[in-house]
């Protein structure tokens, strides 16, 4: 089977992520890949795949009272980057809606995501997950 492009691996994960189908995301994740999210601690720091799963499912699932929505707004490719701005949409169990914009970037290896940089309002990502 043919290895995906760098677009197609990076639009399929988002989709992923929008439709709710959280393991098949992460499945288009390197288990060594190093997920940077640039936010001050508890939320931010550098995962792999693992971590990353485990700050999902113990932090932000857990907040969530509705799916968890991602708009792409708009991609740039070039070789094996993909930037790409977003943005979500969700609301916790408090009724608090957390619209937050990002700014990704991905690096695909192999059909794989092995780097993610993603740029967001911490403080805003901070007032979701403080239930």
């Known amino acids: 089977m043919p290895v995906q492009n760098a677009r197609d691996v990076v639009t399929g994960f988002l989709q992923d992520v929008d439709a709710g189908r959280a393991m098949e995301a992460f499945a288009r994740m390197s288990p060594d890949i190093r997920f940077d999210l640039v ?41 094996e980057r993909v930037a790409v701005e977003s943005e979500s949409d969700c609301v916790n169990t408090k009724g608090f809606r957390y619209n937050n914009r990002y700014h990704s970037l991905f690096v695909v290896r192999d059909g794989m995501i092995v780097e993610l940089r993603e740029y967001l309002d911490s403080a805003m990502m901070q007032k979701f997950i403080d239930i």
């Open 39 to 79: 936010a001050p601690p508890p939320a931010g720091g550098v995962y792999d795949r693992d971590g990353f799963i485990k700050f999902f499912s113990e932090t932000m699932a857990p907040a969530m009272a509705a799916p968890f929505r991602v708009k792409i707004i708009a991609m740039t490719v070039e070789g």
